[in-house]
C-alpha cells in the first residue's frame, strides 16, 4: 500500500499550489480520501474529506473557498487545490485513506508560503 504526496513546495501569500496523492496497493474507488496537515508545534488537524465517489465533500471552516478537494478514481488520484495561500498555511500535508476498518496514511509533502 503506498500513498504519495507531491505538488508541495515554497509559495508567496497569495499564490496557489496542486498537490497531488496517487494511491496504490488498495482498491482506491472504495476509500474516503482526506487531507490533513500539521503545522509546526501544532497538532495534525483535517483540511478537507472526500467520499468514496466524491458525492460528498467537508472542508475545515478556514479552508472553505480556498481549497478544493476532488478525486479521479480511474487515475487512483487525489487532489487538493489550494488558493489564496496564507503564511498560517504553511504545514507540512498529509493525505488519508480510509474505509470501515482500515486506514492508511501518506509521508507528506511540505507546504510553506512565505515572501
Known amino acids: 500500500v503506498q500513498l504519495v504526496e507531491s505538488g508541495g513546495g515554497l509559495v508567496q501569500p497569495g499564490g496557489s499550489l496542486r498537490l497531488s496523492c496517487a494511491a496504490s496497493?488498495?482498491?482506491?474507488?472504495?476509500?474516503?480520501m482526506s487531507w490533513y496537515r500539521q503545522a509546526p508545534g501544532k497538532e495534525r488537524e483535517l483540511v478537507a474529506r472526500?467520499?468514496?465517489?466524491?458525492?460528498?465533500?467537508n472542508y475545515e471552516d478556514s479552508m472553505k473557498g480556498r481549497f478544493t478537494i476532488s478525486r479521479d478514481n480511474a487515475k487512483n488520484t487525489v487532489y487538493l487545490q489550494m488558493n489564496s495561500l496564507k503564511p498560517e498555511d504553511t504545514a507540512v500535508y498529509y493525505c488519508?485513506?480510509?474505509?470501515?476498518?482500515?486506514?492508511?496514511w501518506g509521508q507528506g509533502t511540505q507546504v510553506t508560503v512565505s515572501s
Open positions: 488519508y485513506a480510509r474505509r470501515p476498518g482500515y486506514v492508511y
Open positions: 496497493g488498495f482498491t482506491f474507488s472504495s476509500y474516503a
Open positions: 472526500i467520499s468514496s465517489g466524491g458525492e460528498i465533500i
